[in-house]
């Protein structure tokens, strides 16, 4: 004998293909989920590269040139035999630029001979030589100035007083070309000078 088995209900048929069709739903609900995941791990992986890649440095700006400058002696005073004259650098350009470091400096004498300077060039007044202070980096924007300090002694010896010069050469860092500038500096020799960097006055 064969067992009977009884057919499904004919009002079944329809709970089944809604079942399966749910079953269907979730899997493609499941699957976006998936790439909606994988697309925001992806989104953030790149954003991740992205913050971690070095910032490209400031560019500074250039080494101003001579053709950009103006030099003016804007004060002077004598102290001690030593003669002290504050020149100012002014940029005159529409452009940005740099100065940093000692001017070279010659000077013209009454019957305009040419002399080279050789000052004892100095960081600072007081400081540590196992410290010194940095050497100041002026970025002169269009119109901006900055001052510039060079002594001389007078007098190496009471009574004999040194001849003077009428003008100074003064060459900027970095650059080859002279700005000159009317002032009266004693000039007892190459060596009898001294000065500051650029932006330094003390």
């Known amino acids: 004998m064969s067992e009977h088995v009884p057919a499904l209900p004919l009002d079944l048929d329809p709970l089944i293909a809604e079942a399966k069709q749910r079953a269907r739903r979730r899997r493609l609900l499941l699957a976006a989920c998936l790439l909606a995941a ?9 954003a991740l590269r992205s913050s971690a890649r ?17 030099l003016a002696l804007t004060s002077g005073g004598v102290a ?10 002014a940029n005159t350009s529409n452009a940005v630029c740099m100065l940093s470091g000692w001017p070279r400096v010659r000077l013209m004498s009454r019957n305009g001979r040419l002399v080279t300077l050789q000052p004892h060039d100095l960081i600072a007044s007081g400081y540590s030589l196992k410290h010194p202070p940095p050497i ?26 040194c001849s003077t010069a009428q003008k100074l050469l ?19 020799g190459p060596r009898y000078f001294w000065t500051f960097p650029i932006g330094r006055l003390h």
């Not at 001690?80 to 650098?89: C, H, L, Q, Y």
């Not at 900055?146 to 007083?161: F, I, K, N």
């Open 54 to 70: 070095p910032l490209a440095p400031a560019v500074a700006p250039p080494t101003c040139h001579s053709a950009q400058l103006r």
């Open 170 to 188: 003064v060459v900027p860092p970095g650059e080859d070309k002279a700005i000159a500038v009317v002032a009266t500096v004693p000039f007892c």
């Open 38 to 46: 994988a697309a925001a791990a992806s989104s953030a992986a790149v």
């Open 136 to 161: 100041p980096r002026v970025r002169l924007a269009p119109g901006g100035t900055v001052q510039w300090l060079l002594m001389a002694e007078d007098s190496p010896r009471p009574g004999h007083g």
């Open 80 to 89: 001690g035999g030593t003669v002290g004259d504050a020149f100012t650098f």
